[in-house]
T-cell receptor, first 116, second 112 residues
Framework: GAVVSQHPSRVICKSGTSVKIECRSL??????MFWYRQFPKQSLMLMAT?????????EQGVEKDKFLINHASLTLSTLTVTSAHPEDSSFYIC????????????FGPGTRLLVL | GQQLNQSPQSMFIQEGEDVSMNCTSS?????WLWYKQDPGEGPVLLIA?????ELTSNGRLTAQFGITRKDSFLNISASIPSDVGIYFC????????????FGQGTTLQVKP
Protein backbone atom coordinates (compact mmCIF):
# COMPACT_ATOMS: atom_id res chain seq x y z
CA GLY A 1 0.00 0.00 0.00
CA ALA A 2 0.87 3.65 0.15
CA VAL A 3 0.34 5.03 3.62
CA VAL A 4 0.60 8.68 4.55
CA SER A 5 0.33 9.83 8.14
CA GLN A 6 -0.26 13.24 9.65
CA HIS A 7 0.40 14.49 13.14
CA PRO A 8 -1.35 15.84 15.08
CA SER A 9 -4.83 14.80 14.01
CA ARG A 10 -6.34 17.80 15.74
CA VAL A 11 -4.94 20.81 17.55
CA ILE A 12 -6.41 23.72 19.46
CA CYS A 13 -4.20 26.74 19.98
CA LYS A 14 -4.38 30.34 21.10
CA SER A 15 -4.31 33.17 18.63
CA GLY A 16 -0.76 34.31 17.93
CA THR A 17 0.92 30.97 18.49
CA SER A 18 2.53 28.81 15.80
CA VAL A 19 1.47 25.28 14.98
CA LYS A 20 3.52 22.64 13.19
CA ILE A 21 1.87 19.80 11.27
CA GLU A 22 3.89 16.79 10.12
CA CYS A 23 3.23 14.69 7.04
CA ARG A 24 5.03 11.40 6.59
CA SER A 25 5.02 8.80 3.84
CA LEU A 26 5.37 5.56 5.78
CA UNK A 27 6.14 2.94 3.17
CA UNK A 28 7.49 4.87 0.20
CA UNK A 29 9.72 7.79 -0.62
CA UNK A 30 8.06 10.97 -1.80
CA UNK A 31 10.11 13.61 -3.54
CA UNK A 32 6.96 15.68 -3.84
CA MET A 33 4.29 16.32 -1.25
CA PHE A 34 1.34 18.68 -1.35
CA TRP A 35 -0.51 20.68 1.27
CA TYR A 36 -4.21 21.36 0.98
CA ARG A 37 -6.76 23.24 2.97
CA GLN A 38 -10.41 22.26 3.08
CA PHE A 39 -13.37 24.25 4.36
CA PRO A 40 -16.61 22.54 5.40
CA LYS A 41 -18.62 21.14 2.49
CA GLN A 42 -16.02 22.31 0.00
CA SER A 43 -13.41 20.71 -2.19
CA LEU A 44 -9.69 20.61 -1.49
CA MET A 45 -7.75 23.80 -2.12
CA LEU A 46 -4.08 23.35 -2.98
CA MET A 47 -1.86 25.59 -0.87
CA ALA A 48 1.62 24.58 -1.93
CA THR A 49 3.82 21.94 -3.49
CA UNK A 50 6.63 20.71 -1.28
CA UNK A 51 9.76 19.38 -2.98
CA UNK A 52 12.46 17.51 -1.07
CA UNK A 53 15.59 19.58 -0.76
CA UNK A 54 14.22 22.72 -2.34
CA UNK A 55 11.85 25.58 -1.62
CA UNK A 56 8.14 24.99 -1.72
CA UNK A 57 6.03 26.38 -4.54
CA UNK A 58 3.02 28.29 -3.24
CA GLU A 59 -0.29 28.77 -5.01
CA GLN A 60 -1.50 32.26 -5.77
CA GLY A 61 -2.92 33.97 -2.72
CA VAL A 62 -1.18 31.73 -0.16
CA GLU A 63 1.19 33.65 2.12
CA LYS A 64 4.54 31.87 2.17
CA ASP A 65 5.63 33.65 5.35
CA LYS A 66 2.52 32.53 7.15
CA PHE A 67 2.51 28.93 5.98
CA LEU A 68 6.09 27.71 6.24
CA ILE A 69 6.83 24.45 4.51
CA ASN A 70 9.91 22.31 4.99
CA HIS A 71 10.57 19.05 3.12
CA ALA A 72 13.70 17.90 4.88
CA SER A 73 13.68 14.26 3.82
CA LEU A 74 12.07 11.93 1.30
CA THR A 75 9.48 10.88 3.87
CA LEU A 76 8.71 14.03 5.83
CA SER A 77 7.22 17.42 5.05
CA THR A 78 6.10 19.92 7.68
CA LEU A 79 3.66 22.80 7.51
CA THR A 80 3.98 25.49 10.16
CA VAL A 81 1.13 27.95 10.56
CA THR A 82 2.84 30.99 12.05
CA SER A 83 1.08 33.48 14.30
CA ALA A 84 -2.18 31.64 13.86
CA HIS A 85 -5.47 33.55 13.89
CA PRO A 86 -9.05 32.28 14.09
CA GLU A 87 -9.43 32.60 10.31
CA ASP A 88 -6.66 29.99 9.94
CA SER A 89 -8.94 27.41 11.56
CA SER A 90 -9.49 24.72 8.97
CA PHE A 91 -8.86 21.13 7.94
CA TYR A 92 -5.33 20.74 6.57
CA ILE A 93 -4.52 17.69 4.47
CA CYS A 94 -1.22 16.60 2.99
CA UNK A 95 -0.61 14.20 0.14
CA UNK A 96 2.43 12.46 -1.26
CA UNK A 97 3.31 11.55 -4.80
CA UNK A 98 4.55 7.99 -4.96
CA UNK A 99 6.15 8.25 -8.37
CA UNK A 100 7.56 11.40 -9.89
CA UNK A 101 4.77 13.16 -11.78
CA UNK A 102 2.99 10.09 -13.11
CA UNK A 103 1.43 8.37 -10.11
CA UNK A 104 -1.58 9.23 -7.97
CA UNK A 105 -1.40 11.33 -4.83
CA UNK A 106 -1.96 9.48 -1.57
CA PHE A 107 -3.54 11.56 1.17
CA GLY A 108 -2.97 11.75 4.88
CA PRO A 109 -5.88 11.63 7.33
CA GLY A 110 -5.89 15.40 7.83
CA THR A 111 -5.31 17.77 10.74
CA ARG A 112 -8.14 19.78 12.25
CA LEU A 113 -6.83 23.15 13.45
CA LEU A 114 -8.89 25.36 15.73
CA VAL A 115 -7.46 28.74 16.68
CA LEU A 116 -9.15 30.43 19.61
CA GLY B 1 -8.09 27.96 -8.61
CA GLN B 2 -9.53 26.02 -11.48
CA GLN B 3 -11.90 23.18 -10.71
CA LEU B 4 -13.41 20.43 -12.71
CA ASN B 5 -17.17 20.37 -13.26
CA GLN B 6 -18.43 17.44 -11.23
CA SER B 7 -22.05 16.33 -11.18
CA PRO B 8 -24.34 15.68 -9.59
CA GLN B 9 -23.56 17.75 -6.51
CA SER B 10 -25.46 15.33 -4.28
CA MET B 11 -27.42 12.13 -4.52
CA PHE B 12 -29.84 10.41 -2.18
CA ILE B 13 -30.53 6.85 -3.24
CA GLN B 14 -31.97 3.60 -2.00
CA GLU B 15 -29.66 0.77 -0.96
CA GLY B 16 -29.11 -1.57 -3.90
CA GLU B 17 -29.40 1.10 -6.57
CA ASP B 18 -26.63 1.92 -9.01
CA VAL B 19 -24.97 5.33 -8.94
CA SER B 20 -23.26 7.32 -11.65
CA MET B 21 -21.32 10.57 -11.38
CA ASN B 22 -19.06 12.37 -13.82
CA CYS B 23 -16.51 15.11 -14.29
CA THR B 24 -15.89 17.30 -17.29
CA SER B 25 -13.29 19.85 -18.22
CA SER B 26 -12.56 22.23 -21.05
CA UNK B 27 -8.92 21.13 -20.92
CA UNK B 28 -7.23 17.84 -21.72
CA UNK B 29 -6.02 15.67 -18.86
CA UNK B 30 -3.53 12.80 -18.92
CA UNK B 31 -4.61 11.33 -15.60
CA TRP B 32 -8.00 10.98 -13.93
CA LEU B 33 -8.34 9.91 -10.31
CA TRP B 34 -11.38 9.17 -8.19
CA TYR B 35 -11.29 9.56 -4.40
CA LYS B 36 -13.76 9.00 -1.58
CA GLN B 37 -13.70 11.13 1.56
CA ASP B 38 -15.44 10.26 4.81
CA PRO B 39 -16.21 13.04 7.34
CA GLY B 40 -13.10 14.18 9.18
CA GLU B 41 -10.81 12.01 7.10
CA GLY B 42 -8.49 12.47 4.17
CA PRO B 43 -9.49 11.32 0.67
CA VAL B 44 -8.87 7.67 -0.16
CA LEU B 45 -7.90 6.68 -3.69
CA LEU B 46 -10.51 4.50 -5.40
CA ILE B 47 -9.43 4.28 -9.03
CA ALA B 48 -6.62 5.75 -11.15
CA UNK B 49 -6.90 6.12 -14.94
CA UNK B 50 -3.99 6.91 -17.24
CA UNK B 51 -5.12 6.28 -20.83
CA UNK B 52 -7.93 7.69 -22.92
CA UNK B 53 -10.71 5.11 -23.19
CA GLU B 54 -9.41 3.14 -20.22
CA LEU B 55 -12.11 1.36 -18.23
CA THR B 56 -11.09 0.17 -14.77
CA SER B 57 -12.98 -1.61 -12.01
CA ASN B 58 -12.40 -1.88 -8.29
CA GLY B 59 -15.01 -4.19 -6.82
CA ARG B 60 -18.41 -2.58 -7.34
CA LEU B 61 -16.79 0.59 -8.67
CA THR B 62 -16.08 1.22 -12.34
CA ALA B 63 -14.50 4.32 -13.83
CA GLN B 64 -13.65 5.37 -17.35
CA PHE B 65 -11.22 7.85 -18.87
CA GLY B 66 -13.14 9.63 -21.62
CA ILE B 67 -11.96 9.30 -25.22
CA THR B 68 -11.72 13.07 -25.58
CA ARG B 69 -9.51 13.16 -22.44
CA LYS B 70 -11.81 15.87 -21.09
CA ASP B 71 -14.12 13.76 -18.97
CA SER B 72 -14.42 10.76 -16.70
CA PHE B 73 -17.23 8.94 -14.97
CA LEU B 74 -17.54 6.74 -11.89
CA ASN B 75 -20.23 4.12 -11.46
CA ILE B 76 -21.09 2.34 -8.23
CA SER B 77 -23.23 -0.76 -8.58
CA ALA B 78 -25.57 -2.19 -5.95
CA SER B 79 -24.92 0.58 -3.42
CA ILE B 80 -24.64 -0.23 0.27
CA PRO B 81 -24.82 2.06 3.33
CA SER B 82 -21.02 2.26 3.69
CA ASP B 83 -20.84 3.89 0.25
CA VAL B 84 -22.00 7.08 1.95
CA GLY B 85 -19.46 9.87 1.66
CA ILE B 86 -18.13 12.53 -0.68
CA TYR B 87 -16.64 11.42 -3.98
CA PHE B 88 -14.09 13.64 -5.72
CA CYS B 89 -12.72 13.42 -9.20
CA UNK B 90 -9.26 14.82 -9.80
CA UNK B 91 -7.36 15.37 -12.99
CA UNK B 92 -3.79 16.06 -13.92
CA UNK B 93 -2.91 18.17 -16.94
CA UNK B 94 -0.02 17.21 -19.21
CA UNK B 95 1.82 20.41 -18.27
CA UNK B 96 1.48 20.04 -14.50
CA UNK B 97 4.10 18.16 -12.54
CA UNK B 98 2.06 16.10 -10.12
CA UNK B 99 -0.49 18.80 -9.30
CA UNK B 100 -4.14 17.77 -9.29
CA UNK B 101 -7.24 19.77 -10.11
CA PHE B 102 -10.28 18.67 -8.12
CA GLY B 103 -13.97 18.54 -8.81
CA GLN B 104 -16.43 20.06 -6.36
CA GLY B 105 -17.40 16.64 -5.04
CA THR B 106 -20.54 14.50 -5.10
CA THR B 107 -22.17 13.81 -1.75
CA LEU B 108 -23.76 10.38 -1.71
CA GLN B 109 -26.35 9.32 0.81
CA VAL B 110 -27.75 5.78 0.84
CA LYS B 111 -31.01 4.90 2.48
CA PRO B 112 -31.03 1.38 3.95
Amino acid sequence: GAVVSQHPSRVICKSGTSVKIECRSLDFQATTMFWYRQFPKQSLMLMATSNEGSKATYEQGVEKDKFLINHASLTLSTLTVTSAHPEDSSFYICSALREVAGGPQYFGPGTRLLVL
Amino acid sequence: GQQLNQSPQSMFIQEGEDVSMNCTSSSIFNTWLWYKQDPGEGPVLLIALYKAGELTSNGRLTAQFGITRKDSFLNISASIPSDVGIYFCAGRRPSNTGKLIFGQGTTLQVKP
